[in-house]
């Protein structure tokens, strides 16, 4: 593959910056320390000696072991943190002469040297994908350790900027799309999993399947998240159909696209929302490339449905379940309940209705639904369409949700309502069917009483 003229350039530049470190009077050798690599990175460097700086630091953090990593983002933590006192006077000076002037230094003094050095840290060639993978670490240490967070805020405040809507490439995903990236496509799966490259084929290949993806020009054939689309004349209640290799002939001029698995790729952008704005980009290019589409609907899995309901069903706190109806539940115990087709019958009704109350009633701290697949679609301005009855008898499905699935609807006129209404009262805006599942159960709580987990 050429080299483009960037890249020659860059590499030129990176020469002759190691040959002032060679020769020049800053003071390091190859030997030095991460943490002084990083104090020589943030001292205010030509730029050519900092790209060298950047990358001895990156080939070092590399070799760490996970110890001495978590003593380098200590070191982060502690050293690159912003000057409290300096932060107080800057304060104090924009309270007493509030202007431009005071408030460009508040903010200059507020701002953590760490986000100056993760900036340097960048201009390594390879530095983006590199600091993404710095935080997959950041994230575990975190888990033991929350007191790195102010390392982590500022590796998603830059993250937010450098990956952007502006900086992201749709791309549509087929069958002629390099094996490098359809190798990363069955690698990240994480709805429903890929067996193998016949698997793949039969999700990209048919002309009512579409998969598209956004890139980013600094992580080179990696995904930063994709969507699988599935085109019918009908809104589908099971993914089993829409997975079945032996599935019929694919629908003449398809009424409704189906959006059945949406995965992020990159762990180390955690918390990075992509997929808003990737459903709105395909819904919009779908609809422009095959006008009978006329419904744009997910099917979409409940994944803390099932946890959520365990708790209820073992709570004698909880005011939700009859004795009758616990002792109906218990049945969920075997893992294969659901081919009992007497039992499952039995169950439906209720486990249906359960799935309703989590949905709608449900809540987090902040008011928002428990479920997270919920939260996203309905922030988007989806509404809840459909629960579906074992709509996912995988081992995952039945043991994430009971086997329930759910079609959130994107209605195209209604999109903005919706997301309004959600982001500004927390509205869940749903079907009346469902509607009325969830608040005949809600009556049925006494008001004080609290889910089992939330």
Not at 118 to 132: Q, S
């Amino acid at each position: 593959m050429n080299r483009s003229f960037f890249n020659g350039l860059l590499d030129q530049i990176v020469d002759r910056g190691r040959s002032l470190l060679d020769l020049s009077l800053v003071g390091l050798g190859q030997d030095e320390a991460i943490e002084d690599l990083a104090a020589a990175l943030l001292s205010g460097r030509g730029e050519s000696s900092g790209i060298v700086i950047a990358q001895h630091i990156l080939s070092s953090y590399r070799m760490l072991d996970p110890a001495d990593k978590l003593a380098f983002f200590t070191f982060l933590n502690d050293r690159f943190a912003a000057d409290q006192e300096a932060v107080s006077k800057a304060a104090n000076a924009y309270l007493q002469h509030p202007g431009p002037d005071t408030l460009k230094l508040l903010a200059q003094k507020t701002e953590a040297p760490r986000q100056e050095f993760f900036h340097r840290l960048n201009l390594a060639p390879g530095g983006t994908a590199e600091i993404v993978a710095m935080r997959v670490d950041l994230l575990e240490f975190l888990k033991d350790d929350p007191s790195l967070s102010p390392v982590d805020d500022d590796l998603v405040h830059l993250f937010e900027s450098w990956f952007n809507r502006g900086f992201l490439v749709p791309r549509r995903i087929d069958w002629a799309t390099p094996a490098a990236i359809l190798e990363k496509i069955i690698e990240y799966e994480a709805v429903h999993e890929i067996r193998g490259w016949d698997d793949l084929k039969r999700r990209l290949d048919p002309s009512d399947r579409r998969c598209y993806g956004f890139f980013h020009p600094s992580l080179v054939d990696e995904p930063l998240i994709f969507v699988e689309v599935a085109l019918t004349r009908e809104i589908p209640a099971s993914i089993q159909d829409l997975l079945d290799e032996q599935s019929t002939a694919p629908a003449k001029e398809p009424t409704t696209a189906v959006f059945y698995s949406i995965s992020n790729c990159q762990k180390g952008l955690t918390g990075i929302s992509f997929g808003n704005f990737l459903i709105k980009q395909v819904v919009t290019d779908l609809a422009r490339e095959i006008p009978s589409l006329k419904t744009f609907v997910t099917l979409s899995p409940i994944p803390t449905f099932g946890h959520w309901l365990e708790a209820e069903r073992v709570s004698e706190a909880s005011a939700l379940l009859s004795a009758d109806e616990r002792s109906a539940l218990s049945s969920l115990d075997n893992k294969d309940w659901h081919l009992d087709q007497h039992a499952a019958a039995g169950l439906k009704d209720l486990i249906v209705k359960l799935g309703a109350y989590y949905l709608v009633s449900v809540k987090a701290p902040n008011g928002r639904p428990f479920d997270p697949v919920a939260r996203f679609h309905l922030g988007n301005g989806a509404g809840l369409e459909r629960i579906n009855w074992l709509a996912d008898t995988s081992p995952q499905g039945i043991r994430q949700s009971a086997g329930l699935m759910v079609n959130y609807l994107y209605e195209l006129k209604d999109i903005e309502r919706n997301h309004e209404a959600f982001a500004n009262d927390g509205n869940v805006v749903c079907a009346s069917a469902i509607q009325k599942a969830a608040r005949a159960l809600e009556k049925s709580v006494k008001p004080a009483a609290e889910p089992a987990n939330s």
